[in-house]
């Protein structure tokens, strides 16, 4: 049976529960989401198995990231030309073949390091794919008002399977062997591919692509470049990345300097990240699809991170730094869901991949920097007072932002 999206009043229940049709995309969410974080887990331990070392994870890590910085503008701009819903059941599909080619290699013992960093630079182009893909298809499922409910639902998917699939994946790892598990990874991909096929959406795309891709990505920009909103969506997401998203990201190397933390300790420190994750998502999902809200929930957001982390200096044990991280997990999941919505909900159809291509690329490129010069910085100086700089110049920069870019004026062009 195929279900189609019934037309909606800009009334409609405010959770995406209300629409049948997201509820099909979330069933096959779960599944799809939760065999990419299983991919990604035996992808890695197999690189630590083959080698033992440490800069070799890190490598194929990189790899499987790479494309994502590089392709994923080119593939907002086909995200704009194409059915997203097709779009994405060829990049799932292709991780599913991916699986089942890591399967066979192990079943054959030709499962060499050149090998897996084939496969996960495969991994990184159609994850490059498939976030735009996904992206679009998002708003064309439910009802505007109901975007910000469809938004944080995903972010609840998405940091429930980074939890789950790492355990699910080690659980394998010991129950079957290796070309085993990834066979299974790839049933995964399977049954998330039937809920998609069963959904039919309608999604209006010019027939006629005269201009090139990069003048495609050119017109992108140029919409960047003139809404005023959108440009301080980025910024925002900029912000959040330097200080809450680095933060997460450089979790062991904090707890081992704050409170001489183990592996137990950073597994408990990943677990509330994860809970706080959660709940910021939750959030997010009973939100309505105003700009205004939206807004006011980022910024104060930002400002609730900023001064979590002033508190770094009395956290001298891991209930203490506990309850910091899950509350900037917490943060930073409501900033990070909430631009997007705010991307969603003002960026017209014809745009909406090439904007949200460039969103992902500085979410996900500005931790990764953020870590760096956080980290080396924690070298020279420590933790603690690295943290309450960022935290301070964090909080400044929100009061300016809110100032100079006149957010009162911007709101008014927009409803409230």
């Not at 997460?248 to 592996?263: T, V």
Request: proline share 4%; charged share 10%.
């Amino acid at each position: 049976m195929v279900f189609q999206r019934r037309p909606e009043s800009p009334s409609s229940g405010r959770s995406a529960f209300s629409s049948r049709i997201f509820c099909l995309y979330f069933a096959g969410s779960v599944f799809l989401t939760l065999a990419t974080w299983v991919t990604r887990f035996l992808i890695g331990w197999s690189t630590w198995a083959l080698t033992e070392s440490p800069l070799w994870v890190g490598a194929v890590s990189a790899t499987m990231l790479l494309p994502t910085f590089f392709l994923s503008p080119v593939f907002g701009v086909l995200a704009d030309r194409l059915d997203p819903r097709k779009g994405m059941l060829v990049a799932y599909l292709s991780e599913a073949v991916i699986s089942v080619s890591a399967a066979v290699a192990n079943f054959q013992g030709v499962f060499t390091l050149n090998w897996i960093l084939v496969l996960a630079f495969l991994l990184g182009v159609v994850s490059a794919a498939q976030h735009p893909m996904r992206l679009v298809l998002l708003p064309h499922l439910i009802a505007r008002p109901s975007l910000p409910s469809a938004v944080g639902l995903a972010s609840i998917t998405y940091n429930l399977s980074r939890i789950i699939g790492p355990a699910l994946g080690a659980w394998l790892l010991v129950s079957v062997s290796t070309g085993a598990a990834f066979l299974l990874v790839s049933a995964l991909f399977g049954i998330g591919s039937l809920f998609l096929l069963r959904i039919r959406v309608e999604v209006s795309r010019s027939q006629h692509h005269a201009e090139s891709i990069f003048s495609a990505m050119s017109q992108g920009l140029l919409v960047i470049r003139n809404s005023p909103l959108i440009r301080l969506v980025l910024i925002l997401t900029m912000v959040d990345g330097m200080i809450g998203r680095s933060i997460m990201e450089l979790l062991p190397a904090i707890s081992g300097r704050l409170i001489n933390g183990d592996a137990g300790t950073l597994a408990s420190l990943s677990a509330l990240a994860g809970i706080g994750s959660i709940l910021g998502g939750l959030i997010v999902s009973r939100m309505r699809g105003r700009e205004r809200a939206l807004l006011q929930l980022v910024f104060g957001s930002l400002l609730l991170c900023s001064v979590v982390v002033l508190l770094v200096a009395w956290a001298s044990d891991l209930t203490g730094l506990g309850l910091m991280i899950m509350l900037v997990s917490m943060a930073v999941t409501m900033i990070g869901t909430g631009c997007q919505a705010l991307i969603q909900v003002c960026v017209v159809d014809a745009y909406r991949g090439r904007v949200l291509s460039i969103w992902t690329v500085v979410s996900l490129g500005v931790p990764a920097l953020g870590a760096f010069i956080m980290g080396s910085a924690a070298e020279v100086v420590g933790f603690v007072a690295v943290l309450i700089a960022c935290a301070l110049a964090t909080a400044a920069l929100v009061v300016i932002l809110w100032q100079r870019y006149q957010v009162a004026l911007v709101l008014k062009k927009v409803p409230a």
